[in-house]
């Protein structure tokens, strides 16, 4: 079976290229970076017809939620042809679903404490019981508590590192945005048998 994703950026197709097929052995897992989030969200409806022309088990579109104000107004930036496909009133039937993290992926790195305190060197990092209101400032400002002022954050860099020490089964209890998400890919690739 394969899945295809559609992801923002080079960082996040590092860190999900690594971690879906860690997580899910056996299943295949097409990450498209699309360069940025705009792009993403306009050629979803491309990403939808090859991942479909290519006869996938299922298709995910990930998406920060950064500035803006809700989950529905992130949703009504995509075409109304893709927010067709996504809200089928047969949960089942859908082929694609549009995820979104709340706020960054980031906040989902965050999620996992442990994950960060490996990758930051001294880092004592306790995840709040919802990381949506923390993301790629607070682990600037963790890496520069503990490696000094002049500490760089390289985004692909870093989430090559949390792809090695993420663990889903930490995240999911302090984002749940993440778990939607989780919850949602683990479903499809319990239906291993669907065409």
Partial sequence: MTIGIGVEGPSDYQFWNKVFHKHFRGCRFDVRNMKNRDKLIRETPKLLETFRDCRYTAGFVLVDLDDDPCLGSVFELFDAAVRSVVLLPDKGARFLQVCIAVKELESWYLADAAAINAVIPGCAWSAPSDTGRVAKGKVRSLLRNRLG?????????????????????????HSASFRHFWDRVESRVRRRGDP
Wanted: hydrophobic share 35%; charged share 30%.
């Fill in 149 to 173: 002022k002049q500490a760089s954050f390289n985004e692909i860099d870093f989430a090559k590192s949390m792809a090695t020490k993420f663990d889903p089964g930490r995240a999911r209890p």
